[in-house]
């Protein structure tokens, strides 16, 4: 048996795989950082109808401990249909076994979504879906960090703004962007018609690609959270947040959205600005129309759970959400998809998957149509 994570987004370090019946495997730190969660790793030499088990023996140290009951790891013969595996958290470590049909087989925290797969989408925005690549930023390793604009009408007023993935191991957030972007390339929708007469679209569909390759659960090559840099960042240490600033300030924001995925809680939400100065009366009701939208448009979206609300004045305004909201006087949301399933929805065979992520995106899409006309009218 091989077990091999020298590839992008692989993580796993193998401690003693004498033992196929229990194979003792490690996830790696991020680099520059004690955040770890985020696995993926490939098993060769398997014998097809043999029972293999696996076990992560430090998950219980994870950032996340909450994360593994109830969850359960995702496995592919082909890099392309993931199926979950049930697994097991015991005395501190994750297990779980396969009886395998191939000699070879992958395992991840999530459906990844690559670096090839990323170039692909970028490529297919631009000539299928009409997105032009506005600017590109760099990260600290240099890696592209594109940002697409839809443009439909010269004359369209409202900025739109969605980000993803500034937690590279959410790879839900880039598979979100994937399906946003689908739905683009459609010549026959009239709510996105709706939409794109009077807004521009401006999407980040990964904001920390060096993290994703390198298999990182939680921060950049600098082992910084984008999501904590947003009052702070810089061209040295968060060159990915600082870019993306800097170009919002030129644009302007009417709505933003920053795509991420939950470790912990097992259903789809989205967290607000209730907690920022500033908070009107006006953001109030926007942010329960789109979160009433969603419901009523039947999208895999509920607003009973999710994280406690921020007290009035006390948001940590080192989120993109809450910065942008103040900054912007904007709509804003964190949306959250689960690792584990949609509880409202659950399917034991995927869990949350790529292509439930997929859909939201397009979900997300007929919401803003919904309310691009109010964003500033209030
Ligand atoms: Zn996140």
Redesign the pocket.
């Known amino acids: 048996m091989q077990i091999s994570s020298n590839f992008d987004s692989g993580n796993i370090e193998v401690i003693d795989a004498s033992n196929p019946k229990q194979v003792l495997l490690a996830i790696r730190p991020d680099l520059n950082s004690a955040h770890f969660q985020w696995f993926h790793f490939k098993v060769e030499g398997l014998q097809p109808g043999q029972r293999y088990g696996f076990s992560l023996s430090n998950a219980g140290q994870s950032s996340y401990k909450n994360a593994w009951s109830g969850y359960h790891a995702v496995a592919s013969y082909d890099q392309v249909n993931w199926f979950r595996v049930p697994s097991r958290f015991e005395d501190g470590a994750l297990n779980f076994d396969i009886e395998t049909q191939q000699a070879q087989v992958w395992f991840a925290y999530f459906e990844p979504f690559s670096r090839a797969r990323h170039d692909q989408l970028i490529e297919d925005a631009q000539r299928l879906a009409g997105a032009e690549l506005f600017a590109t930023g760099r990260s600290i390793e240099g890696r592209a960090i594109e940002l697409l604009r839809i443009s439909r009408n010269p004359q369209a007023q409202r900025k739109i703004w969605l980000i993803a993935?500034?937690?590279p191991?959410?790879h839900m957030?880039e598979w979100f962007m994937q399906g946003l972007i689908e739905r683009l390339q459609l010549t026959d929708d009239a709510e996105l018609s709706a939409l794109l007469e009077q807004a521009d679209l401006y999407l980040v569909p990964n904001m920390n690609p060096d993290g994703a390759f390198r298999g990182h659960l939680?921060t950049n090559y600098a082992g910084r959270d984008l999501?904590r840099a947003w009052q702070s960042a810089s061209e040295a240490d968060s060159p990915e947040v600082y870019f993306v600033q800097q170009q919002m300030r030129a644009v302007g924001v009417d709505l933003f959205l920053?795509i991420?995925?939950?470790e912990e809680i097992p259903h789809v939400f989205a967290a607000g600005c209730e907690g920022n100065p500033g908070y009107s009366p006006r953001l109030e009701r926007l942010e329960e129309q789109f979160k009433q939208l969603l419901v009523q448009h039947g999208a895999e979206f509920q607003t009973v759970f999710g994280y406690p609300r921020d007290e009035p004045g006390q948001a940590n305004t080192t989120l993109a959400c809450n910065a942008v909201g103040l900054e912007f006087d904007c709509l804003a949301f964190?949306i959250?998809m689960p690792f584990k399933d949609h509880d409202d929805r659950p399917d034991p065979s995927t869990g949350w998957s790529g292509a439930r992520s997929m859909q939201l995106g397009k979900d997300v899409l007929s919401v803003a149509a919904a309310m691009v006309g109010q964003l500033r009218d209030q």
Do not use: I, L, M
């Open positions: 993935q500034q937690h191991g959410e957030a939680r999501n920053d991420h995925g939950d964190t959250e």
